[in-house]
């Protein structure tokens, strides 16, 4: 399968605690999304990368939110000081040529619980 | 102001029949994409159809077409003969050239979650 994979697929923790979560890109993609979705929302855009380099952020990420991109392969996303309001699906997207056309691939997400 | 609005947030079709959701957006570039995306229970996004704000035909892609009126910028997918796979959560979704970011990110609306009845 060479699509966008997730992981983990579920994470429940506490309150107070950090947790990260790994995304492995389309191989040949260079740009890669990470969006956050909500019950009963659309996905929202968090940040953005160009190959290593993280080119864009949303106002939605806090500071206690940081991404990495390391070698321009897979990205990690970590909240520290989770908080209940972080509950919500985290997907992350990859695509390849930046054209207006061009579609961005989804994995399957991660569903983040805080307790 | 919501730049992606979908006023329905359920409708049910019977299996075979022909369905709408709708879709509106609101954007003042010039040049934009917008896209349906559908989500199933198991969560991933599955891309379903693109149209241009250039583009002088509407979108098509099998049994998905998508009904472009840029002046009311409306963008509304058209789903013919209904399957019961269909069901699931359906996303329109924009990209803007001018005021977004270089990042070419996605604006997605609530959704619509659509049920085949057999």
């Known amino acids: 399968d060479t699509g966008v994979s997730q992981n983990p697929r579920h994470k429940i923790t506490k309150r107070g605690q950090n947790v990260t979560f790994r995304c492995d890109p389309i191989s040949e993609h260079n740009r890669l999304y990470w969006y956050r979705q909500t019950l009963g929302q659309g996905p929202e855009f968090l940040t953005y990368?160009?190959?290593?380099?993280?080119?864009?952020k949303s106002r939605l990420l806090s500071d206690r939110f940081s991404a990495e991109r390391p070698k321009g392969s897979f990205s990690t996303l970590e909240i520290q000081r989770t908080e209940q309001g972080d509950s919500a699906m985290y997907l992350c997207?990859?695509?390849?040529?930046?054209?207006?056309?061009?579609?961005?691939?989804f994995g399957p997400g991660t569903r983040l619980t805080v307790l | 102001a919501q730049k992606i609005t979908q006023t329905q947030p359920g409708m049910f079709v019977q299996e075979k029949e022909a369905v709408t959701l709708d879709c509106t957006y609101d954007t003042s570039d010039q040049s934009y994409g917008l896209f349906w995306y559908k989500q199933p229970s198991s969560g991933e996004m599955i891309f379903l159809i693109y149209?241009?704000?250039?583009?002088?035909q509407n979108a098509t892609e099998g049994r998905y077409s998508l009904n472009f009126q840029k002046a009311r910028k409306s963008a509304n997918l058209v789903i013919s003969a209904s399957q019961l796979g269909d069901s699931a959560m359906y996303f329109c979704a924009m990209r803007e050239v001018e005021s977004g970011a270089g990042s070419y990110q996605l604006t997605f609306g609530k959704g619509t979650k659509l049920s085949v009845i057999p």
């Open positions: 149209q241009g704000s250039y583009d002088e």
């Open positions: 997207a990859s695509s390849g040529q930046l054209r207006l056309s061009d579609e961005q691939f």
């Open positions: 990368f160009q190959n290593e380099a993280q080119l864009e």
